[in-house]
């Protein structure tokens, strides 16, 4: 069965600073693995998803994420963080040939002055 | 561009009232599903549904009910209430994605649940 662990379920960083979020899976077989972000009562809108092929996805917003097989993670990044970047987000992963989506339990970035 | 439409945005209940949750989309998505967001455990899924007629059962099933009669709607059922049911719900549709796995979700804005 699929799961995702997020590492963090509150991450603070300055403004400007490196913004790192941690995703870690288990998936019996190659996984699609995605990264949403939730604003304040919205509902939740796609970041990036990396499906085959290059394992550095560029996202919205200046995120990034890299899939990395043998650590079966796929931790998200943005070099600048920016005050607009405070939200909740939540990675996700999927199965080929499987309409299932399976979240991760959230981690919610808080972006000081 | 109305996407995906929740009804209503928020609802009180008491123990044991029943009622349903509506989801409409217009861009025609094969794929719907519904998830419950709790505090500290992301989105758990409910039921989903692959194409007009066809439902299956989530993470969380037990005390909701749902049907798929059109393409467009897919509403959720609570049949007796409890407390624990206090959640936000959240509609999505998507596409398929390559090989069959998950395409990209598009969500509702949520509907606010409180049972008391």
């Known amino acids: 069965a699929q799961s995702v662990t997020q590492l963090g379920s509150h991450v603070s960083v300055s403004e400007g600073a490196l913004v790192l979020l941690r995703c870690n899976y288990s998936?019996?077989?190659?996984?699609?693995l995605f990264w949403y972000v939730q604003y304040p009562n919205q509902g939740l809108q796609l970041l990036l998803k990396?499906?085959?092929?290059?394992?550095l996805v560029k996202g919205i917003n200046g995120f990034e994420a890299e899939f990395k097989k043998s650590e079966t993670s796929f931790h998200l990044t943005k070099p600048s963080a920016h005050m607009s970047d405070a939200a909740e987000y939540f990675c996700a992963v999927s199965e080929q040939g499987a309409q299932k989506l399976v979240f991760g339990q959230g981690t919610r970035l808080t972006i000081n002055p | 561009n109305a996407g995906v439409t929740q009804t209503p945005k928020f609802q009180v209940l008491k123990t044991g009232q029943s009622m349903t949750l509506q989801c409409a989309q217009d861009?025609?998505?094969?794929?719907m599903s519904w998830y419950r967001q709790d505090p500290g455990m992301g989105l758990r899924l409910i039921h989903y549904?692959?194409?007009?007629?066809?439902?299956d059962q989530g993470e969380v099933p037990n005390g909701y009910n749902v049907s798929r009669s059109t393409t467009e709607d897919f509403p959720l059922r609570l049949l007796s209430a409890a407390p624990s049911q206090t959640s936000v719900y959240f509609c999505a549709s998507n596409r398929p994605g390559l090989a069959g796995g998950s395409g990209e979700l598009f969500f509702g804005e949520g509907s606010r649940l409180t049972v008391l």
């Open positions: 990396y499906t085959t092929g290059a394992t």
């Open positions: 861009m025609n998505h094969e794929y």
């Open positions: 998936s019996s077989v190659p996984p699609y």
């Open positions: 549904s692959v194409g007009a007629g066809i439902t």
